[in-house]
């Protein structure tokens, strides 16, 4: 038994913040969108207990990932001991990116386990089960084009963007998440996305409505240090986006092309200076 699922990285065309809840998590408005840059994971029953691989890296023994926890979860949830297996990860999403690559990863074990395992077993409970590690995972599971509420949990599927090129370019930094939280909290933003704008402009297919709506809140608590993604975003208008904005908490930003032609003119002008850069189409929905 070998089975392989892709795990597409995913973009924030809309986030935002709505405050701190009780249980510590944020209360979130967000329209996510699955795109074609991706990770390659493959689940074999083989070996013994859980084995994880990435890029030829072997998880130390005793040592329980997120990979190992979904497993668990997806077992436990289905009533039987887990067999043994081994995830292999062939990985092409920066990590740390704001691309839920991570939660991407471990949704598509968890669709390789549902197809094996359990295919009967309903999308929502696969989600519920995903967010037992990770409030990205709901929708990773399912991908495509969705709108988050909650910490993330609260799925509503929307119409696909339209066809259109994407230029994602991650600058060498990493951002704290938890920090730039702590910076937010502190502040209010002077804009905040206008959701219910660009659900309308997806529902008409109006890709200069959707990109003209493009917005992520975390950019106005930016500390200076990480500025640098103000002059991608910048550079990525120069060489012909729509618009563009950072993904999540960053740093990754992103630019929506409609012709082939600019996006990959822009990629190779990108790469010059920021190696992690890429080209990538929408993705749909998932399962």
């Not at 329980?64 to 289905?78: G, K, R």
């Not at 209010?188 to 809140?217: E, F, H, Q, W, Y």
């Amino acid at each position: 038994m070998k089975i392989q699922e892709q795990a597409p990285a995913k973009i924030n065309l809309a986030l935002n913040i709505l405050g701190r809840r009780t249980d510590g998590y944020h209360e979130l408005r967000m329209v996510m969108q699955s795109v074609s840059l991706c990770d390659t994971v493959t689940v074999e029953e083989t070996g013994i207990g859980f084995t994880l691989l990435s890029d030829g890296f072997t998880v130390p023994a005793g040592k329980s990932s997120l990979e190992q926890q979904a497993a668990e979860a997806f077992f436990a949830a289905v009533g039987r001991p887990m067999p043994p297996l081994t995830v292999h990860l062939e990985k092409t999403t920066p990590a740390y990116a704001g691309l839920g690559g991570g939660s991407a990863d471990v949704a598509a074990l968890l669709r390789c386990l549902r197809r094996q395992y359990a295919p009967e077993m309903p999308v929502e409970q696969l989600r519920a089960i995903g967010l037992t590690v990770g409030s990205d995972m709901p929708f990773c599971v399912s991908g495509g084009t969705a709108m988050a509420e909650g910490r993330g949990e609260r799925l509503t599927a929307l119409p696909a963007l339209p066809d259109c090129w994407i230029v994602l370019c991650k600058p060498e930094f990493g951002i704290p998440t938890p920090a730039l939280f702590t910076l937010a909290d502190a502040g209010t933003p002077k804009n905040r996305p206008d959701i219910d704008g660009m659900i309308r402009a997806l529902s008409a297919g109006d890709l200069d409505g959707v990109a003209a709506r493009l917005c992520n809140v975390f950019e106005e608590f930016l500390p200076e240090e990480y500025h640098e993604v103000f002059h991608i975003k910048n550079r990525l208008l120069e060489l012909g986006a729509l618009n563009a904005a950072m993904s999540g908490s960053g740093p990754t930003v992103f630019g929506i092309f409609r012709e082939e032609t600019a996006a990959k003119a822009a990629l190779t002008a990108l790469k010059q200076r920021y190696p992690q850069t890429y080209l990538a189409k929408p993705v749909g929905e998932l399962v």
